[in-house]
């Protein structure tokens, strides 16, 4: 049995423990950085193409661990589209997320399974009423830069391929889809003009069939 002096610090040390955990799962929660994404068309100009007109914005929260927490999708005109919220349940990984109307009304939510490297391997898309809708699956090189996305619809057949290429810094560089049938359906490759301190992009202007199709900015704070 132990003498009441060795049961008192115990005690102390299963609170501070407890509270500790908490502390710290919560944590994931808690935003570090903000990035702030705008994506513009483009228009013709004098001297060739210039940004046009705001096509939407994103407002991406991250946690200490550089994942998402937070994606606020802007309108053209700044309001607020939706918001998506990831849940992490007292773990690093977030298990799902879950998107809302600006009113609050959920709308849809992701189910996430993860590889024995924490990669996110494939989601399970639900709506409001826990209809299946589709289901996204990944893959990713060495570097842990995710290269494949496939889009499964309902019944588990597969709608589009999605590959993307990166920089040395791990920027993206290009994405091209492909249908059902492996055929090209669209391919944007992009013109990086500036990147922050820690070389990640901060321009960028995407081309197809070499023509300018979007700019793109974005700043952390």
Sequence with gaps: MLAKSSLFPLLIFVFVSFYSCKSDSSSYQNTSYVEHLDVFGMRSAEDGFAPGNLLYGERIHFNQNDD????????????????????????????????????????????????????????????????????????????????????????????????????????????????????LLNQEQYKITEYDTKKRWVKKTGFTNEQPRSFKVRRFE
């Design 68 to 183: 998402r927490i937070k994606v606020e999708y802007l309108n053209a005109d700044r309001s607020l589209k939706g918001t998506e919220r990831y849940i992490f349940e007292d773990s690093p990984n977030a298990t799902e997320s879950i998107y809302s109307a600006p009113d609050a009304t959920v709308l849809s939510k992701y189910l996430f399974n993860y590889d024995e490297k924490n990669h996110v391997k494939d989601k399970y898309c639900y709506d409001a009423e826990q209809n299946l809708l589709r289901i996204e699956e990944y893959e990713y090189n060495d570097k842990g830069f995710r290269t494949k996305k496939r889009i499964y619809n309902s019944l588990k057949e597969l709608e589009r391929t999605y590959i993307f290429e990166y920089d040395a810094y791990g920027n993206e560089t290009m994405f091209s889809v492909y249908d059902k049938e492996n055929k």
